[in-house]
């Protein structure tokens, strides 16, 4: 029998888009296809049927939202059920793996799901949609020929500020530029360490909110994010979701 297909369904960076705005942030083909599905595997089930009515504002779905079959996958999904999540698909259904915004297994639960897929022999193809992490550092100026994603910095401060001195190290040895993301509520708290622990030229960018209305890119070096701090003036990206680079130089 043939397997199913595992799309990977790429999702808006933030839910205050209406079904029009998609169009310029997720190519037509790619809503074509999400229509098409009626078995999504979601890292929220809200999350997911929003994305869904508002894809149905442009093309239509191919059951009723409500019949659409919708299962979780997230962090707390443990491997055992992972199998389960894949069966509809052995069987030759296909189905959609949807992130909670952007790119789903990219900083996503959803890379162990993929992995299994390729061991069952269920073909995966991935769908073109925004990546917080590529568009940031696409507008960085940072090297974007040589670069690491770390994801979360350490909450303890001296293993955070150890982790950094270990990062701007590799940076500057290899021209490479480093990535890493936090939970939003610590934002402020991370650029403070930061600027205490990076050297002062190194050059850090701050991005929040990318491809939103209110989007924010900044790259300075240390050194004068240091001087807005001391004046009060932090990003606006409190608990907004924000990507952090820097690169040694």
Same mark, same amino acid.
């Given at each position: 029998?043939?397997?199913?297909?595992l799309?990977? =369904?790429?999702n808006?960076?933030?839910? +205050?888009?209406?079904?029009?705005?998609?169009?310029?942030i =997720?190519?037509?083909e790619?809503? $074509?296809?999400?229509?098409?599905?009626?078995?999504?595997?979601?890292?929220?089930?809200?999350?997911?049927? %929003?994305?869904?009515?508002?894809?149905?504002?442009?093309?239509?779905? $191919?059951?009723?939202?409500?019949?659409?079959?919708?299962?979780?996958?997230?962090?707390?999904?443990?491997?055992? %059920?992972?199998?389960?999540?894949?069966?509809?698909?052995?069987?030759?259904?296909?189905?959609?793996?949807?992130?909670?915004?952007?790119?789903?297994?990219?900083?996503?639960?959803?890379?162990?799901?993929?992995?299994?897929?390729?061991?069952?022999?269920?073909?995966?193809?991935?769908?073109?949609?925004?990546?917080?992490l590529?568009?940031s550092?696409? %507008?960085?100026?940072?090297?974007?020929?040589?670069?690491?994603? +770390?994801?979360?910095?350490?909450?303890?401060?001296?293993?955070?500020?150890k982790?950094?001195?270990?990062?701007?190290?590799?940076?500057?040895?290899?021209?490479?530029?480093?990535?890493?993301?936090?939970?939003?509520?610590?934002?402020?708290?991370?650029?403070?360490?930061?600027?205490?622990?990076?050297?002062?030229?190194?050059?850090?960018?701050? !991005? !929040?909110?990318?491809?939103?209305?209110?989007?924010?890119?900044?790259?300075?070096?240390?050194? %004068?994010?240091?001087?807005?701090?001391?004046?009060? $003036?932090?990003?606006?990206?409190?608990?907004?979701?924000?990507?952090?680079?820097?690169?040694?130089?």
């Amino acid at each position: 029998m043939t397997t199913g297909t595992l799309y990977l =369904i790429p999702n808006t960076l933030g839910t +205050n888009q209406s079904g029009t705005d998609l169009p310029g942030i =997720i190519p037509d083909e790619v809503l $074509k296809t999400s229509a098409m599905l009626d078995y999504f595997i979601a890292e929220n089930r809200k999350t997911a049927r %929003a994305h869904l009515k508002r894809v149905a504002e442009i093309h239509p779905l $191919k059951k009723p939202l409500q019949q659409i079959d919708m299962a979780e996958l997230n962090v707390r999904t443990g491997k055992a %059920a992972l199998p389960a999540l894949l069966e509809p698909l052995l069987a030759g259904r296909d189905a959609g793996l949807i992130s909670e915004a952007g790119v789903p297994a990219v900083a996503d639960p959803g890379a162990e799901l993929v992995r299994l897929a390729h061991e069952k022999g269920i073909p995966v193809r991935p769908l073109v949609g925004p990546s917080s992490l590529l568009l940031s550092l696409m %507008a960085s100026g940072l090297n974007g020929q040589r670069f690491a994603f +770390n994801g979360y910095l350490p909450v303890d401060n001296d293993q955070r500020a150890k982790r950094i001195r270990i990062l701007e190290e590799r940076s500057h040895k290899d021209h490479q530029t480093q990535l890493f993301i936090e939970t939003p509520y610590r934002n402020a708290a991370l650029l403070s360490a930061l600027c205490q622990h990076c050297r002062s030229d190194t050059r850090l960018c701050v !991005t !929040t909110n990318v491809s939103l209305p209110d989007e924010s890119i900044e790259t300075l070096p240390v050194a %004068a994010w240091r001087e807005r701090l001391k004046k009060g $003036k932090q990003p606006s990206f409190q608990r907004k979701p924000t990507v952090f680079l820097f690169l040694a130089v």
